[in-house]
């Protein structure tokens, strides 16, 4: 089923007496989702309104990324959350994921640039955020809910998104002899430091990254204070300012996880596992390939950790029961007939 307005999506949501599966360019997908009727998007595409003044972007939800991208080049302009570029790759599928890459410790995770959205619930109604609703969800903040929810609640057609500028000069700082444990320091040094750090990372081949952006002036003053703050922890190099692009990675072999973390943590996560694939978000965010079906034997930690690759779904640790009620309560709020459960 491919829609190719917001009112025939509303239809087909109505109609349905199977579970759906709420699906753009496909390339965001986990283990167990999409097993439903395939519900194609990608007819939902243009951008509705683009003012670069006003740093405001409003799109359909089928729209291609890159086209999204290019659009804002063109005016000299980003998404500052930075999304991984995937091909077939749409912003409903960013937004609906939470996709958000290295700068997410400057300038916030993809819901935090959402300034808001329109959809379609399971019972086949328009609902918008903002100004006149079709539908009263006053106590909720759809905004929050609807980035990250995998289509489970319902099927983004619009979004409106706070866009920023590409910034003037760009340097990228690395520490080559730190392993992905030992990195975690020096990042977490920049981070807290004032040198206004847009990324901080290890990459396997680089060793530790710390980005900085902004004028030209202000990045020379930055880079040489970072340099000298950072050579307790070894040499201080050039790094590959490609990298970055290069965070979310793929697992030619075997499952990828996906490990969420304190920085403070990710060391004693980092010891029990094989070599990362990345580490991001100054060690809050592992990334690392397992032999297929293998689980990771990972101590109590405050975070989570998916299996984004593999046969089956699995997150760990299992959800907390308070957590699972609040979520089977918003589903039965937004979803009652369990059309998205799939």
């Known amino acids: 089923m491919r829609p190719e307005t917001e009112d025939d999506l509303s239809q087909l949501i109505r109609s349905a007496s199977a579970p759906l599966s709420p699906i753009g360019g496909g390339t965001r997908l986990n283990p ?17 309104l683009y003012e670069p003044a006003a740093l405001t972007l409003v799109v359909r939800a089928g729209t291609p990324l890159a086209e999204v991208q290019a659009a804002l080049a063109a005016e000299g302009q980003m998404l500052a959350f930075e ?65 990250g929810s995998r289509g489970r609640l319902g099927v983004l057609t619009e979004v409106a998104l706070k866009t920023a500028p590409i910034p003037p000069c760009v340097a990228t700082l690395a520490l080559p002899g730190l392993d992905a444990a030992g990195s975690v320091a020096a990042l977490t040094t920049a981070l807290t430091g004032p040198y206004d750090v847009s990324g901080a990372a290890w990459f396997p081949g680089q060793g530790a990254l710390i980005r900085i952006e902004g004028l030209e002036g202000s990045v020379a003053i930055r880079r040489r204070a970072l340099t000298e703050k950072l ?37 004693v996560l980092l010891a029990t596992l094989p070599q990362p694939l990345a580490v991001d978000w100054g060690g809050s965010l592992i990334w690392v390939a397992l032999p297929a079906g293998e689980v990771p034997a ?29 979520n089977a309560s918003l589903s039965e709020r937004f979803d009652p007939r369990r059309i998205f459960a799939s």
Not at 126 to 135: D, E, Q, W, Y
Not at 246 to 267: F, K, Q
Not at 298 to 323: F, M, N, Q, Y
Request: hydrophobic share 40%.
């Open 32 to 48: 167990g989702e999409g097993q439903g009727e395939r519900l194609n998007v990608s007819g939902l595409r243009g951008v509705v």
């Open 83 to 147: 999304p991984d570029a995937r091909p077939r790759s749409t912003i409903g599928g960013v937004v609906a994921a939470n996709a958000s890459g290295p700068r997410r410790v400057q300038a916030g995770a993809c819901r935090d640039a959402l300034l808001g959205v329109r959809y379609v619930n399971g019972q086949g109604e328009i609902v918008k955020n903002g100004g006149r609703v079709m539908k009263n969800v006053t106590g909720y903040d759809l905004v929050k809910l609807m980035a």
């Open 231 to 267: 050579a307790g922890f070894g040499e201080v190099a050039e790094g590959d300012g490609a990298s970055w692009s290069r965070m979310v990675p793929t697992a030619p072999e075997g499952d990828l996880w996906r490990i969420i973390c304190r920085p403070s943590e990710a060391p």
């Open 298 to 326: 990972l101590p109590k930690w405050s975070g989570h950790a998916i299996r984004v690759s593999g046969a089956a779904a699995l997150t760990l640790p299992l959800p907390d029961p308070v957590v699972a009620r609040l």
